[in-house]
């Protein structure tokens, strides 16, 4: 048993109170400590990739009590793909922060940003499903202070909405976890995993509920229809840096239930059963479709990039609703697409903004820098549309390949191909507006605050690009490894065997002692 | 003694969620409170009742109860005694800016969207 796993929830657990308590008023020693943090994460996640390569599954027991009584983090090669995913993201996202100097408008900015990081990593390491609840509230209350960074009225009105959505989300799960350990009575998952088998088949109301429960509550995280309601107002209002971010927390739900669903109940139990085909997959379906139709009718560009977040997350579910191992796989591999896309779509709105003013999909006089902002919408709109040469084409023809068996591979099918569609001409529509039409409007002084933005700012979406486009070139290892995770998701006796059969403590009754 | 704590967590649950589908922040949090009242409870609940049974080992003790669920509310009812907190700073804060707590997005504001 090595200490290294636990480091990624430590450090910024460590990094985030020194930034209030010592460098308070510093935001060059904030900065350079938090991007420090940041880079030391990617060098943490990176070697636990490299640990679990090999399929082996690493954990670490938290004062040693033995699994299903203590507390356990367990890394496997999804979590810690996950891990890395999230802080290479951090990091771009935290270099635009800098560059943009969002983090000046408000205090408290990169110690909200490590805890955010803390929750994040932490909910994908945890080997126990009350714990997972206790980093989904550490998560999430540190978003609520990064989505309203910078304060203002609008930003306010939809954090509260943000706020109580997640809110009723928590208790939803709460309910869920009381359920799942009035049955069973245990919550490490591994365990849970088990004795959910042993379950005889006349006593399965309880674990029905826990289950369905537990679906709501992740399906609130991935914003599936009809749970997406609190997305487009609180994506579109938050600072864009938290926005990027935010990219990741819809994932975070996407890969709750691919842990719980493969693991705790897998999709051969019997009394959860039919849960995906029939109810899940619609959903999917039905929000791709909004999203994209969305993406098609919004009025400003913020609200038209948190749509096509919500039709990514449903092309995801889609792919994880099939429950095959082809299908877990094409959705790990759009899970990374879309993450980077969807954040760099955030930065590049961002940049409009500065460069504008606004958002107003309208005809405006040029911005300021607006070719190099137009080309790196353009590449953006290319990698979120899913059309060839990037990898959002490549993750569509994977999830339409694992759906080729499926019962509802015509509706798969035309919804895909048509949302695809419906974006490519949202996404065309907007670009023409916001950069074309901008050479044919006469010149008008330039809005007050309006600037080009700084180097840093196209550095950092160019960071993301450059990730997008290495994920297309080795796309065939990717998916290879996204495969390998797959397989090992569905045949799980490592996962349960690591982390059950290893001797820890069990007591430390000494003679004398009952 | 089920049915009563049955029955309280029911109507706990019933008046949170009426509550919580208000239109205004004040009654939505109200209900969040309620909500999260029955969900400790409920936790509770969920190692099964037992009257006057020590949940640690004791001296003399025959029968135990489960101290888990215990330790679970503990860490439910901190979460949520801090979430309420931040809710109500965040939309006293909205309040006092825009002079309106209702929780939807107000509809002078899509109207003056679209004259855009």
């Known amino acids: ?514 | 003694m089920e049915l009563l704590v049955a029955s309280a967590i029911g109507v706990l649950t019933t008046a949170g969620v009426y509550l919580t589908l208000r239109l205004r922040t004040f009654p939505v949090i109200l209900g969040m409170s309620l909500l999260t009242y029955a969900v400790n409870v409920f936790l509770f609940a969920s190692g099964r009742l037992t009257i006057g049974a020590p949940p640690i080992l004791s001296d003399g003790a025959t029968t135990y109860t489960d101290p888990l669920p215990q330790a679970l509310v503990l860490t439910a009812i901190v979460i949520s005694f801090g979430m309420t907190a931040v809710v109500v700073m965040i939309s006293l804060g909205a309040y006092l800016g825009s002079d309106d707590d209702h929780v939807d997005d107000p509809i002078e504001a899509a109207g003056s969207e679209v004259r855009k």
Do not use: C
């Open chain 1, 1 to 514: 048993m090595t200490h290294w796993i636990i480091l990624p929830i430590v450090l910024p657990a460590f990094l985030a109170p020194f930034i209030v308590l010592a460098a308070r008023y510093h935001i060059g020693i904030q900065r350079v400590f938090s991007v420090a943090g940041v880079l030391a994460l990617i060098g943490l996640a990176a070697s636990l990739v490299w640990q679990v390569s090999d399929g082996s599954v690493i954990y670490y027991r938290l004062s040693n009590w033995a699994a299903p009584f203590g507390i356990v983090l367990v890394g496997d090669r999804l979590s810690t793909l996950m891990v890395l995913l999230t802080a290479v993201l951090a990091l771009f996202v935290l270099l635009y922060a800098i560059g943009s100097d969002w983090d000046k408008r408000g205090r408290n900015f990169h110690a909200l940003f490590q805890f955010q990081l803390m929750g994040i990593l932490g909910a994908f390491l945890t080997g126990d499903i009350f714990n997972l609840f206790v980093f989904f509230e550490i998560l999430l209350i540190a978003s609520y202070g990064l989505m309203i960074h910078a304060g203002g009225n609008e930003r306010l009105r939809a954090g509260v909405q943000y706020v109580l959505f997640n809110l009723i989300g928590s208790t939803l799960f709460l309910f869920a976890l009381g359920a799942l350990y009035a049955e069973t009575g245990t919550l490490n998952m591994a365990d849970l995993a088990v004795r959910v088998q042993g379950v005889g088949p006349e006593e399965t109301a309880g674990i029905r509920i826990a289950a369905v429960l537990l679906l709501l509550v992740f399906a609130i995280k991935a914003a599936v229809v009809p749970l997406h309601f609190w997305l487009p107002s609180s994506y579109a209002e938050a600072p864009a840096p938290v926005a990027a971010l935010f990219a990741i927390m819809t994932k975070v739900g996407a890969y709750a239930i691919i842990r719980v669903y493969t693991m705790i109940f897998p999709p051969e139990l019997e009394a959860t059963a039919g849960l995906f085909g029939v109810w899940l997959l619609p959903a999917a379906l039905v929000s791709l479709a909004i999203g994209m139709i969305g993406v098609l009718a919004a009025r400003k560009l913020d609200r038209l990039i948190a749509f096509s977040i919500i039709g990514s997350m449903g092309m995801v579910m889609i792919a994880i609703s099939l429950f095959t191992p082809e299908g877990i796989a094409a959705a790990l591999y759009y899970i990374v697409h879309s993450t980077l896309a969807g954040a760099a779509l955030f930065l590049i709105a961002d940049l409009v903004r500065t460069g504008r003013g606004n958002l107003d999909l309208t005809a405006q006089p040029p911005m300021a820098g607006t070719y190099m902002t137009a080309g790196l919408f353009f590449v953006g709109a290319i990698a979120m549309a899913g059309l060839p040469p990037l990898s959002g084409f490549l993750g569509k023809l994977l999830v339409l390949d694992a759906s080729y068996d499926s019962a509802l591979m015509v509706w798969v099918w035309a919804i895909v191909l048509g949302a695809s569609l419906i974006s490519v001409v949202g996404f065309a529509r907007a670009g023409s507006v916001v950069f074309w039409k901008a050479l044919g409007t006469p010149e008008t002084a330039p809005v007050e605050g309006t600037q080009r933005p700084s180097t840093l700012s196209y550095a950092a979406v160019g960071g993301l690009f450059a990730l997008l486009i290495a994920h297309t070139v080795f796309a065939g290892k990717v998916h290879g490894y996204t495969t390998e995770i797959a397989a090992e998701l569905f045949a799980h006796d490592t996962y349960l065997s690591t982390v059950l059969d290893t001797p820890g403590k069990l007591s430390d009754a000494k003679e004398g002692d009952h």
